[in-house]
């Protein structure tokens, strides 16, 4: 079966940097999408990977191994305003994305 | 550019009355709407995907006949909740893509539904 996997919840201090896992078994793999999706409002895109390797946009990172079947996303300089959930989705051979439960990040000051 | 308009953004109906919810792209042409439902500290879950012009695609679990979707144009879904009961109350979103070889997903603002 189809899976992604990601830790339910994290907390990080502001300031500081938190890496986010994200796991995923799929049929075929077309890429793999992050989304934040702060709390009542609806997900907003944040990165694509499909090729392996690091794609830094500002303080937000994403990490994609093929291989491993394996993504992590990278936040740096953390702010309150970045508390919120981040979805990790793979795209599988049909172009369905496959969405992981979320990981709810908290930061504390 | 890229986005995805949803109305109502919330509604409060009583038990046994059918709610209809649109989700328009603004700025694009759609081949895909997707509507998915979110209960509380819950994740997304997929309803149902939709190409203009044919049926929807129903995830297991999901009753066909009572959530009712519409995509009529390349710019318009609809998803009707068919005597609705309080159990349906949820959060309701919907997201577009516009190619269908890269599933990036722009989501609507979300209609928070209430059913008493």
């Known amino acids: 079966g189809q899976n992604i996997d990601q830790p339910t919840e994290m907390t990080a201090t502001e300031g500081a940097i938190v890496q986010i896992n994200c796991t995923y078994q799929?049929?075929?793999?077309?890429?793999l999408f992050w989304y934040q999706q702060h709390a009542g409002e609806a997900p907003t895109f944040l990165s694509y990977n499909v090729l392996d390797g690091l794609e830094e946009k500002g303080r937000f990172s994403s990490f994609l191994s093929r291989s491993k079947g394996y993504s992590y996303l990278l936040l740096k300089e953390l702010q309150m305003k970045d508390s919120a959930s981040y979805l990790c989705a793979a795209l599988d051979s049909n172009y369905q994305l496959i969405w992981g439960a979320g990981t709810k990040l908290i930061i504390k000051p | 550019g890229a986005v995805v308009s949803q109305h109502p953004s919330w509604v409060i109906c009583k038990s046994g009355t059918s709610v209809k919810i649109e989700c328009r792209s603004l700025?694009?042409?759609?081949?895909?709407m997707f509507w998915y439902r979110q209960f509380p500290k819950q994740s997304l879950m997929l309803m149902a995907t939709s190409n203009e012009g044919s049926k929807a695609t129903y995830e297991q679990g999901v009753e066909k006949d009572k959530f009712l979707i519409n995509h009529a144009s390349l710019t318009l879904s609809t998803l009707t909740v068919t005597s609705a009961h309080p159990e349906d109350s949820s959060f309701y979103i919907c997201?577009?893509?516009?190619?269908?070889?890269?599933?990036?997903?722009?989501f609507g603002p979300g209609t928070r539904l209430t059913v008493l």
């Open positions: 799929t049929s075929g793999f077309n890429g």
């Open positions: 700025d694009f042409q759609a081949t895909t």
């Open positions: 997201s577009a893509s516009e190619l269908a070889d890269y599933n990036e997903q722009f």
